[in-house]
């Protein structure tokens, strides 16, 4: 299953949902589908710009479970898979 790994990039680069929202320019909404996986379509404008605010390609904001664990460990699937709220985002 492909994951959506922008959370992982923003806690590397330490900033939260809300500092990257206002970074990339996308909306707090679709942020926060990516943020949490809870998405079942991307919007690539949208991939471009949050990869360009977090310094990566858009490539590497999509993997698969395996690339997940060898990249970021268990504690990165951990946060992966922890679902935040909007109000969260501060």
């Known amino acids: 299953m492909l994951k959506v790994t922008v959370k992982l990039y923003a806690a590397r680069k330490k900033l939260n949902r809300n500092?990257?929202?206002?970074?990339?320019?996308?909306?707090?909404?679709?942020?926060?589908?990516y943020w949490n996986n809870t998405t079942t379509e991307v919007k690539l404008d949208a991939l471009e710009r949050i990869a360009k605010a977090l310094g990566v390609s858009p490539g590497r904001l999509i993997m698969n479970e395996a690339d997940v664990m060898k990249e970021f460990?268990?504690?990165?699937?951990?946060?992966?898979?922890k679902q935040d709220s909007e109000e969260d985002a501060a």
Do not use: D, F, Y
């Open 73 to 81: 460990g268990m504690e990165g699937w951990k946060l992966l898979n």
């Open 19 to 33: 500092q990257l929202q206002l970074i990339s320019g996308v909306t707090l909404p679709l942020l926060t589908r």
